[in-house]
């Protein structure tokens, strides 16, 4: 009986199976982590051309809130994207800091320019992960804006 437990103690057959076991489930959770937030990262990307569409809809037609929001809405085949919070207009001045400083249409700006009108546009759209990950709330909003100059 010692002598099958001594060859059994010192048997290498199946070590690799074993040692494959422990190591296929990590980079099965790495794969799957990998997948799930590559898909959050491409809706994150379709989020930001919504709003980028719906930015450049105010640039050729002029600002049109209902149609900036079907503009958004339809960039995209993303279910339950909206242009959330509305699109809004105001007057500024282009500034590095903060991208906008508010101003009166037509004001002189610090850099010498204009005041003109600016549209922000906003997108947003509720992200579900694949699966439940440890620290992190499901569903995400992802959410994005653009801001342009109509004049």
Avoid: H
Wanted: proline share 4%; glycine share 12%.
């Amino acid at each position: 009986m010692s002598g099958c437990l001594s060859r059994l103690w010192g048997a290498e057959d199946g070590v690799s199976a074993i040692e494959f076991a422990f190591v296929a489930g990590i980079l099965s959770m790495l794969l799957l982590g990998l997948c799930d937030f590559g898909l959050g990262f491409w809706e994150q990307m379709q989020v930001a051309n919504a709003a980028r569409a719906g930015a450049e809809y105010a640039v050729k037609n002029g600002y049109d809130t209902t149609n900036i929001q079907t503009t958004v809405t339809n960039a995209t085949n993303l279910a339950g994207i909206q242009a959330s919070p509305a699109p809004s207009s105001s007057c500024g001045c282009p500034d590095a800091t903060t991208g906008v400083s508010a101003a009166t249409c037509g004001a002189s700006c610090p850099d010498g320019g204009t005041a003109g009108t600016f549209v922000t546009v906003s997108a947003q759209v509720s992200y579900r992960t694949l699966f439940a990950w440890p620290g992190i709330s499901n569903p995400i909003t992802l959410a994005s804006s653009a801001t342009v100059r109509l004049n």
